[in-house]
Structure formats: C-alpha cells, structure tokens
C-alpha cells in the first residue's frame, strides 16, 4: 500500500521538525511494510513574503490529491498575525472539512508534569475541539476605527450540522474509552450561541445512554485541569476553548512541544491534516533546540487515521523511550538538541 503525503513545513521551527519527523514516518513505513510518496510544498508566511499568499490559488485543490496533509506551523513576527489561520490553517481545516480537532493529553513516562503528585493515569484524556466554525469564523466588522464612535463586533457561528457531527464522533470515542464526555462551554453567559451548542449536544448525548454525559464550564474546567485532571476522558469543546484549553493541556503534560493532533476529516472524502498544538516559535527557531516530540506524535496520529496502527504504535513507544532516561530539550529543562531527541527515537525504531 502506498499513501501519497503532502508535507508542509510552514515557518519558524516546521522546518526543523517537520523534516525529523518526515524520517521518522519513512523508517516505521520500511518496518511496517508500506510506502510512503512525499511532496514537498514551501508555504507559509516565507511563502508570503515571497509572493503575496500563504499558498497559490489552487493550493486546495492541490492538497485534495494526497491521502493526508504533514503540517508544522505557520506565522512569522514580521508578517501581519491575523493572516496564517485566515490564508492557512482555518482555510484548509474548513474547505477540507476537518471538522474535529483531535488533541490528546498525555503524560510520557520520564516527562515531570507541573502537576506533580499526578501520573500518568491522572493525565490521559482527548480534547475534541470543534474546527470549522464557533469564535473563529471571522465574520466580524470594526466601525469608525479612528474616531470615539469606534466600536467592532466578531460573530461566532453555531449550527446543528457542526454540532451534530462533532458530538457523535465523541461519543463514539468515548465508546472505545473511558465511556465519558465533558461538554465544556460557557452557555450560561454566551446564552444564544452556546445555549443552542448545549440543546444539540444533550439532543446527541440521549442518543448514547451507556457514555456517561455532563457539561462543564471553560472556568471550571481551566481550573480542573490542574487540580484534577484525573475527572476527564473525552472533552467536546468549540473552536476557541479548544484552543486555550489545549496549550493548558501541552502546559499538563509538561510542555506545549510536546502536544500532537490531527486535523480530522472523519469521513474520509478529503485529506485529514496532522500538526503539533503550538505555532511556529519563532523565539526559538533556528538552534536546533526546539522539541520535535508533538510534531513527531503528529506523525503517529496520522498513520493510525490512515490505517496503520502498529506503525502508529510503535512511534508511540519510541517516543516513550526516548522520554525515558534520557537528556531531554530545554522547554523540558535538558540540554538535548532536536536532532538527539529525533536520533533516539529513530534508533529505537530500527532496533
Ligand atoms: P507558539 O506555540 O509558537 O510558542 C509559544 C511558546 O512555546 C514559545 O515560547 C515557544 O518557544 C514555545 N514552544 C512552542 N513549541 C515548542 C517546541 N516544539 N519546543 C519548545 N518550545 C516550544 O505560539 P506563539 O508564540 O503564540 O505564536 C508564534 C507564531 O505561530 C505566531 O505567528 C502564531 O500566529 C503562529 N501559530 C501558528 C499555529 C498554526 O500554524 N497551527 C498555531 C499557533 C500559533
Ligand atoms: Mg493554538
């Protein structure tokens, strides 16, 4: 079997661990007994820079030809920040209905969490985030700008189809989990749109009578995050709690280098696209410094979505054993490199 893998590095540090972890991808497929056709394409905010777009034109239709799509990050300080998820990221998650934000939350063996008397037991849940409308629909107007009328309005879009389909599918993970789902929003003060967000979620929830079912506010749940993460399994959330509650989740586990997730397109009639949960550091880019495991467990994610699970798994215990023991990279107070931590893990793989 061969899958066909179109590999953007985008900015700042995707380009030193989007190429560790495309050799890491080749290694498990020699292993596993699969192929593996990669494509390069230079996009991104260097690709702005160059000429005027984050990608050509036709790059969606370009990225509809591959069996899915191996992202860093996109985002340069010099670059205009409210452009990468308008001209990238949101615009492939949406036009590719990527509309689940798959990021788990782990604790690696030999990896302290900040929360220190919790295991790895403790910290082992999914956030589900809604990925295609919400808060980040960027429908919005400001007016008068420049004068004391100034004022500006955003609009956060909520439909049944985007709950719908969201909710069924944590459900369905939560069957082959913990059989539990937390509902995390702010309905009681976004009453219109989180309101409506609640009624489809309960609506679904009556559906699954054997996953247990609450909901849970984004304060309170900020809170448990850190007092006890212990209570979640599988978190359904919007666009932007999501967001926030996955670099708290990246902060649990000990560093936000260290979060995977795929971009997923449940259905399979586009490309699903795999990235690690932070951007594209630009304060560290470039030294070789930057940990390359959430980019790396991006790649694990993708090829369990694409079918190969024992590939999948066997990233999963390498990254392990490279957490095990040895020196790790400086977000988790090391002094490895990029290319040690990337080197150990491939040498497991081999062994
Ligand atoms: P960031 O996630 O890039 O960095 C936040 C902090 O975490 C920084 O101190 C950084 O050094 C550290 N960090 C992140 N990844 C790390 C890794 N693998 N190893 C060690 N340390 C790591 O978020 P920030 O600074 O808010 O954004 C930087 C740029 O990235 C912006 O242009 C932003 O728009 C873009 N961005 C792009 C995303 C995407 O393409 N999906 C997602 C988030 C931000
Ligand atoms: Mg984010």
Not at 120 to 139: P, S
Not at 166 to 188: E, M, Q
Not at 277 to 291: E, F, R, T, V
Request: aromatic residues 10%; hydrophobic residues 40%; proline residues 4%.
């Amino acid at each position: 079997k061969t899958y066909k893998i179109a590999v953007v590095n985008g900015d700042g540090i995707g380009n030193e661990i989007v190429p560790a972890g495309v050799s890491i991808i080749k290694e498990v497929a020699k292993k596993y007994n699969f192929e593996v056709e990669t494509e390069d394409f230079s996009w991104g905010a260097g690709h702005y820079v160059k000429h005027g777009e984050f990608m050509p034109e036709n790059g969606i239709e370009t990225l509809k030809k591959f069996d899915a799509i191996y992202f860093g990050a996109v985002g340069l300080p010099e670059v205009d920040d409210t452009l990468p998820a308008r001209d990238y990221t949101f615009k492939v998650r949406t036009e590719l209905h990527q509309y689940v934000n798959y990021r788990p939350v782990k604790l690696f063996s030999g990896v302290q969490s900040p929360l220190r008397d919790k295991t790895k037991a403790d910290i082992d849940f999914i956030i589900l985030r809604e990925n295609n409308e919400g808060e980040f629909v960027q429908n919005g107007k400001i007016f008068y700008p420049d004068t004391p009328n100034g004022c500006a309005v955003d609009t956060s879009m909520v439909t049944r189809l985007g709950v719908e389909r969201i909710a069924h599918y944590a459900f369905k993970l939560a069957r082959t989990r913990g059989k539990k789902v937390t509902n995390v929003t702010k309905s009681n003060t976004l009453i219109y749109s989180l309101g409506f967000w609640d009624k489809v979620m309960q609506e679904v929830a009556d559906q699954y009578p054997d996953v247990e079912y609450s909901k849970m506010y984004v304060d309170n749940a900020s809170a448990s995050f850190v007092l006890k993460p212990e209570v979640f399994d599988v978190i359904v959330t919007t666009n932007m709690i999501g967001d926030i509650l996955s670099d708290l989740g990246g902060a649990i586990m000990g560093s936000l280098g260290l979060g995977g997730s795929g971009n997923i397109n449940p259905e399979k009639d586009f490309p699903s696209m795999f990235e690690p949960i932070h951007g594209s550091a630009p304060d560290i880019a470039g030294q070789n410094i930057a940990n390359p495991i959430g980019q790396i467990w991006s790649a694990a994610i993708m090829l369990e979505h694409l079918g190969e699970k024992a590939a999948a798994d066997n990233i999963v215990e390498a990254i392990e054993h490279a957490t095990t023991g040895g020196d790790l990279t400086k977000d988790l107070k090391g002094n490895a490199s990029t290319s040690e931590i990337a080197e150990r893990i491939s040498s497991f793989i081999n062994s």
